[in-house]
T-cell receptor, first 116, second 116 residues
Framework: EAQVTQNPRYLITVTGKKLTVTCSQN?????MSWYRQDPGLGLRQIYY???????DKGDVPEGYKVSRKEKRNFPLILESPSPNQTSLYFC???????????????FGSGTQLSVL | AQKITQTQPGMFVQEKEAVTLDCTYDTSDQSYGLFWYKQPSSGEMIFLIYQGSYDEQNATEGRYSLNFQKARKSANLVISASQLGDSAMYFC?????????????FGQGTRLTINP
C-alpha cells in the first residue's frame, strides 16, 4: 500500500531535549516536505527536499533541521525544542512536479508534539 | 500577503443540504494548481479535488465540485447533499512553483459541521 509513515504519532517532551520525527515513503517520490499546523494559521511549510541531498527552507524553518540521505526518508530534527514548537506536524511527499501536472501531495498521519 | 484566503472559520449546515466553502487565492503565475483537502477529527489529510489553472471545465469528484472563477481568483468547494461524515476541517491549497520547486500554500481552513 502506498503510504507516508510518520513516527511517533504523539510526543511530549521538555524544552531543550533534542528529538527527531521520522518520515518514510514507499512510493519512490523525489519530493518530500514538512508542514506544521496551528489553529487559525493552516499548514505552513517548514522544509522541503527535491531529491537526495537537496533540501531547502520553507516559510517557517527556524528551530528545525532536516536531512535527506536516502530517497525514502526525510526526518525532522528539533535540536533544542521550545514551547512555541508545540504543534501538529505533517510529512508529505509527491513525485516531481511538472508545471501543469496533477500530482497531489500524499500526507502522513501527523505527529502531535507538545513541548513543556 | 496571504496567498490563500478562507474567510469562513466555521460553517453549520443541515444534513442533505448543499454547502459551498469559499477560497480565494493570489498568484502572478500563469500555471498553478488548486487543491482541497479534508481533515476529519482523526487528523489525517485527505485529498478531495484538484483544479489546474488551464483546465477549461470545473473539476468534479463524486459529491465534490470546484467552482473555479479564474478572473476572480476564487476556487470554491461545493459539496452536494451533505452527510454527517462531511463534518471536518477543510483546507484550500495552491501549488506554486518557486525556483523550480513546488510549494503547496494552505489557507487557514474552514471547520464544517453537519447537523442531523
Amino acid at each position: 500500500e502506498a503510504q507516508v509513515t510518520q513516527n511517533p504519532r504523539y510526543l511530549i517532551t521538555v524544552t531543550g531535549k533534542k528529538l527527531t520525527v521520522t518520515c518514510s515513503q514507499n512510493m519512490n517520490h523525489e519530493y518530500m516536505s514538512w508542514y506544521r499546523q496551528d489553529p487559525g494559521l493552516g499548514l505552513r511549510q517548514i522544509y522541503y527536499s527535491m531529491n537526495v541531498e537537496v533540501t531547502d527552507k520553507g516559510d517557517v524553518p527556524e528551530g528545525y533541521k532536516v536531512s535527506r540521505k536516502e530517497k525514502r526518508n526525510f526526518p525532522l530534527i528539533l535540536e533544542s525544542p521550545s514551547p512555541n514548537q508545540t504543534s501538529l506536524y505533517f510529512c508529505a511527499s509527491s513525485s516531481m512536479i511538472r508545471q501543469g501536472a496533477r500530482e497531489k501531495l500524499f500526507f502522513g498521519s501527523g505527529t502531535q508534539l507538545s513541548v513543556l | 500577503a496571504q496567498k490563500i484566503t478562507q474567510t469562513q472559520p466555521g460553517m453549520f449546515v443541515q444534513e442533505k443540504e448543499a454547502v459551498t466553502l469559499d477560497c480565494t487565492y493570489d498568484t502572478s503565475d500563469q500555471s498553478y494548481g488548486l487543491f482541497w483537502y479534508k481533515q476529519p477529527s482523526s487528523g489525517e489529510m485527505i485529498f478531495l479535488i484538484y483544479q489546474g489553472s488551464y483546465d477549461e471545465q470545473n473539476a468534479t469528484e463524486g459529491r465534490y465540485s470546484l467552482n473555479f472563477q479564474k478572473a476572480r481568483k476564487s476556487a470554491n468547494l461545493v459539496i452536494s447533499a451533505s452527510q454527517l461524515g462531511d463534518s471536518a476541517m477543510y483546507f484550500c491549497a495552491m501549488r506554486e512553483h518557486v525556483q523550480g520547486a513546488q510549494k503547496l500554500v494552505f489557507g487557514q481552513g474552514t471547520r464544517l459541521t453537519i447537523n442531523p
